[in-house]
């Protein structure tokens, strides 16, 4: 393995520019020292490695509605009912085996909502396979191949030890194609701002990723998973040579979550809310640069205040590593793993060192989910009282508290007035509710008018309904 890591690290730079003297230090990194070198390949690391990238096919049944069902005149006309139609739908993306076992890990989006997720190998074999775990935010899925085999698997690195400007190659199978492979760099580290969801730590590269390549793996010249594709920045839909991948540092605490048979992975609660630092924050404070996780709001009682952490203040550092961001705070944290305690550098005016207890979100209050019924405007949303924890699932702030809308259902009278999920309940006819319980029992006084305070993304918004 080292030998063809050496061949490899110095076949494809491009000879003629200067390293400074720190990297050549590095005797593992060196640049080509002839034209034989230059020639030489990546199919001895290739062979070794790719037989652990698989394709995932997931099948989903959708139902169509019917635009005449339940419509009485067209009902008569036909003689018959007018049923609803259904089809199947499919999705193909690419997965790593990371146990001889046959546990694979992918992308969520690949088997979001599949009723039946199948797994092929290179060899051209399929076989069933079953959901472990899966988080929507992470964007991760854990799978078990159903097969009593062992299976090719590739090594998970560490992707901290990764550098700008280290060669990778992306595997996966793009357009459906078939297994592809592409060689480039690591462009970027710490991106965010990425995807929709809450997570915002990718490696970025510029090995091209496409469509079907997601779940797919992101490797280094030790054969080592180093990030699973994820994500790419493109106009058309193909690859502009900007991709995106999960750090496997991130990939091996959830594995571990999988194989612990955990139903959903647990992030660390803080207790606080933070803000990227702006260059203005970053002069007031004498920060030689803006970067960091500034502090907006500290929950009382929570694990930073017991910490001793303050608004105002920034995180620099978790465990001695740079935190570039409030995502890459999380994300330290996260793989700093539970049960565990965190080392912060703080600054402000100043460093100082903290410890903080990594452990779960706590569910208090118990959060005695309700679905309202009745003739009210309320009726067809679900509420329960927002904890800690429910807040974290919700991707809400941690420091709200009280009454929130977790579903509503289609069609209700909730819905057509415009409630949604994560629609936070302040008041009922000018009295503040404390709990599910509390609005319940409102709403059985039935006094014809409604006048109701909600908060949704930071705002307050009065509605009136007769």
Do not use: C
């Amino acid at each position: 393995m080292s030998s063809i890591r050496s061949r490899l690290m110095i076949g494809f730079v491009a000879l003629a520019f200067f390293v400074p003297s720190p990297l050549l230090a590095q005797a593992e990194k060196s640049v080509p020292q002839s034209q034989a070198e230059i020639q030489l390949s990546f199919a001895p690391l290739v062979k070794q490695t790719a037989g652990a990238v698989v394709n995932v096919y997931a099948e989903r049944v959708v139902q169509r509605l019917n635009p005449f069902a339940g419509d009485p005149f067209f009902e008569q006309f036909f003689g018959q009912r007018m049923p609803n139609r259904t089809e199947k739908q499919s999705s193909l993306g690419s997965g790593v085996i990371v146990s001889a076992g046959g546990l694979v890990v992918t992308n969520n989006h690949v088997i979001q909502g599949a009723d039946d997720i199948r797994i092929a190998l290179a060899d051209g074999r399929e076989f069933a396979s079953e959901v472990l775990l899966k988080d929507e935010s992470l964007d991760l899925a854990v799978l078990k191949v159903a097969a009593d085999e062992s299976f090719p698997l590739l090594p998970i690195g560490n992707s901290d030890a990764v550098e700008v400007g280290d060669l990778v190659l992306a595997v996966g199978n793009p357009f459906g194609v078939g297994q592809t492979v592409t060689s480039g760099i690591v462009s970027g580290l710490a991106r965010n701002q990425v995807t929709p969801g809450d997570f915002g730590f990718f490696i970025q590269t510029d090995a091209s990723i496409n469509p079907g390549n997601s779940g797919g793996a992101l490797m280094n010249m030790d054969g080592e998973l180093i990030g699973i594709n994820t994500a790419i920045f493109s106009r058309g839909g193909g690859s502009n040579g900007i991709g995106f991948a999960i750090p496997a540092n991130l990939v091996k605490v959830f594995l571990a979550a999988a194989e612990k048979g955990e139903e959903t992975f647990e992030r660390p609660y803080i207790g606080a809310s933070f803000e990227p630092v702006t260059s203005d924050v970053a002069e007031a404070l004498g920060l030689k640069a803006a970067r960091g996780a500034l502090v907006v709001r500290v929950v009382e009682g929570g694990p930073a205040d017991k910490a001793g952490l303050k608004p105002g203040e920034v995180i620099a550092a978790v465990n001695g590593i740079e935190v570039e961001h409030p995502d890459a705070l999380g994300y330290r944290l996260t793989t700093a793993g539970l049960g565990k305690e965190a080392a912060l550098t703080v600054q402000s005016n100043g460093t100082r060192e903290i410890t903080i207890a990594l452990n779960t979100a706590p569910e208090t209050p118990a959060r005695d989910e309700r679905l309202l019924e009745g003739r009210n405007p309320f009726a067809g949303l679900r509420i329960a009282n927002l904890s800690p924890r429910l807040a974290q699932e919700l991707r809400m702030p941690a420091d709200k508290a009280g009454v929130v809308v977790v579903d509503v259902a289609r069609g209700s009278p909730g819905s057509r007035l415009g409630f949604q999920p994560k629609d936070l309940v302040i008041s009922l006819n000018g009295v503040a509710v404390a709990s599910t319980r509390a609005m319940e029992d409102m709403l059985d006084e039935d006094p014809g008018f409604w006048r109701v305070e909600i908060e949704r993304d930071g705002q307050r918004i009065r509605q009136f309904f007769r």
